[in-house]
């Protein structure tokens, strides 16, 4: 069974800083998709990054960016130039399917991230 | 184009009663799928449901929980005798097919009196 793992229970970054979320999975697979969402305190989950594991390429999103090691099984996020509304649960998901596949999304417990002003 | 509709927002249920959460997926989407999260958790994997056929329901617990989601209206997670343990948020994702993201409901936060 596929699992994610975030071992960051809690982050805080100075407003405007720079701060790294960790995720590490572990799978068989050769060809899955990892997600990272935000959950903020209104309890959406909103797709922030999504990476194929076909692409060497990092994705990128504006602020956010991800450092995948397929090799290392390690998904990181980059957020750059921290917003006060980047204050949120941050969960780290993966999938076999393009957008879930027949066995939904696994996700990771979360990293709740604070942002100081 | 509306998102992904869950309701209701709130469900209180004394135990033993039954609940039935609702959800709508976006329009186009034929892909939905459940999820639970408990408190200070990440989200579980419950069914996986297109139109009128269940596809995968590894994550559901084998008794008191079903799903359907018929030709016609939303899909309905339904469980039934409800106890404290089953106090969650329950969220809805849908997709248009497996080659797009899930776009996830706001929840539906069920509460075990």
Redesign the interface.
Known sequence: AQT?TQSQPEMSVQEAETVTLSCTYDTSESDYYL?W?KQPP??????VI?QEAYKQQNATENRFSVNFQKAAKSFSLKISDSQLGDAAMY?CAYST??????????????THLIIQP | NAGVMQNPRHLVRRRGQEARLRCSPMKGHSHVYWYRQLPEEGLKFMVYLQKENIIDESGMPKERFSAEFPKEGPSILRIQQVVRGDSAAYFCASSAYDGQPQHFGDGTRLSIL
Not at chain 1, 42 to 47: A, D, E, F, N, P
Not at chain 1, 97 to 110: P, Q
Request: proline share 0%; hydrophobic share 35%.
């Open positions: 994610v997600f969402y209104s309890r959406q989950m909103i797709l999504r969960f399917g393009s957008g879930g596949g027949a066995d939904g999304l696994t996700f990771g417990k979360g």
